[in-house]
């Protein structure tokens, strides 16, 4: 069948949607400056070493059994660390958590997606949507943003009307641009989705990822402030970026418990180990210690974004992307390939993702930022 590629001594029957197919993921190379994956550049502290270390070594004493299949106790300390951070507070049971966002993505498709359903998100964005779009079988499209990478609301309700996804994922602050989602935007999906009736009167699920959110400019809401009047709303975030626990791999999301119900059903069992549950639950002991990171990378991000805006390239300013996040989206160049490779060869690693001729540099240390001023004046020939 067409499902087996061919020309192969061994043909598997692999699904043909996968057939030409490669795995997702940034080059990891070894470089001094490491600026391509939104990465926290600041490694947990002594003092957050040290309580992993205590209660890792608590966990591995009952390593033998399971672990809590349900996670109850990390998702009452989210749920803590939530109402601290956004003033809304959750029941546990509105709390889910997996291991990363990705994971947390993948089980809302699994639960909302599947043959026959459509996702929408609006584009760019994160590539890694489409992804788990085709490997739940569900439906990809992307609608559109604007040239500042704005949602236009009037347009993304009448392609909401269009598609009639089961599934809608906006990004905010969105990967890779930066851009966070205006109240008024989110308001006008939400009015959206309540017009369809996907089926038994069921409407679309519309999930905000959070990603980035502790990221987010003074007076920038979240929307989990609207959980409590939208059923059907989910907010996802993860410990990956403000808390600087990428390599934990912890994602998790707030909803209503009826949404958090339908996502507990397709998890696998025993998803979450022991050893990550304590990590996480050791590092929100600490959370007001890592929140207070974050104040200084925002600060971080405004005066990259600033200097970029002051920079002219080939006669005329760069474009620099509003961002809410601990990354900046900067363009544009003829030969961006030729900028990223420059820059490696400085020791500074970034990211060629976006529209044509941007590239993404995350937020790294003040010493960081420094070697990646310098490199691109240098590599990009700029001048103020
Ligand atoms: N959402 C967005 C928008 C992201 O950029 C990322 C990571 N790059 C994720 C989700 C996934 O993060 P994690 O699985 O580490 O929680």
Redesign the pocket.
């Given at each position: 069948t067409d499902s087996v590629p061919s020309g192969q001594e061994h043909p598997l029957p692999l699904r043909p949607e996968l057939a030409d197919e490669v795995p997702y993921g940034a080059p990891q190379l070894d470089v001094p400056v490491l600026l391509n994956?939104?990465e926290n550049p600041y490694p947990p502290s002594d003092a957050v070493v040290a309580t992993i270390t205590r209660r890792v070594a608590e966990a591995s004493r009952g390593l033998n059994r399971y672990p809590d299949r349900e996670a109850l106790g990390l998702r009452a300390d989210l749920a803590e660390y939530l109402a601290v951070e956004s003033g809304v507070r959750l029941a546990p049971e509105q709390v889910w958590a997996a291991?990363?966002?990705?994971?947390?993505?993948v089980q809302v498709l699994q639960a909302f997606g599947g043959p026959g359903r459509t996702a929408l998100s609006f584009a760019p964005?994160?590539s890694?949507y489409p992804e788990y779009a085709r490997d739940t079988s569900t439906a990809w499209v992307a609608g559109r943003r604007e040239d500042d990478f704005a949602i236009d609301p009037v347009e993304a309700a009448a392609t909401i009307a269009e598609v009639r996804p089961s599934v809608v994922l906006l990004?905010s602050p969105?990967?890779p641009t930066g851009t966070a989602l205006p109240p008024e935007t989110l308001d006008a999906v939400l009015a959206a989705v309540d017009t369809i009736d996907l089926g038994g009167g069921a409407r679309p699920v519309v999930v905000v990822?959070e990603?980035?959110g502790e990221f987010r400019r003074v007076g920038v809401p979240s929307a989990l402030e609207l959980l409590d009047r939208h059923p059907n709303l989910a907010v996802?975030r993860?410990?990956?970026?403000a808390f600087g626990l990428?390599g934990a791999?912890?994602?998790y999301l707030a909803a209503s418990t009826a949404l958090v119900d339908a996502l507990r059903v397709v998890r696998l069992p025993y998803h979450l180990s022991a050893v990550t549950q304590a990590t996480a639950r050791a590092a929100l002991e600490h959370s007001d210690e890592l929140m207070a990171q974050v104040g200084s990378l925002r600060a971080e991000r405004d005066a990259t974004a600033a200097w970029l805006r002051a920079q002219r390239h080939e006669g005329r300013a760069l474009d620099v992307a509003e961002s809410d996040a601990n990354f900046v989206l900067f363009g544009t160049f003829a030969d961006r390939h030729a900028v990223w490779q420059g820059l490696l060869d400085c020791g500074v690693l970034v990211r060629e993702v976006g529209p044509d001729g941007w590239m993404r540099v995350s937020i790294g240390t003040p010493q960081e930022m420094q070697a990646f001023r310098t490199a691109l004046t240098e590599v990009a020939d700029l001048d103020e």
């Open positions: 994956v939104n291991n990363g966002s990705n994971e947390i993505m964005t994160y890694m990004a969105n990967n990822d990603a980035y996802s993860t410990m990956s970026k990428a791999r912890l994602g």
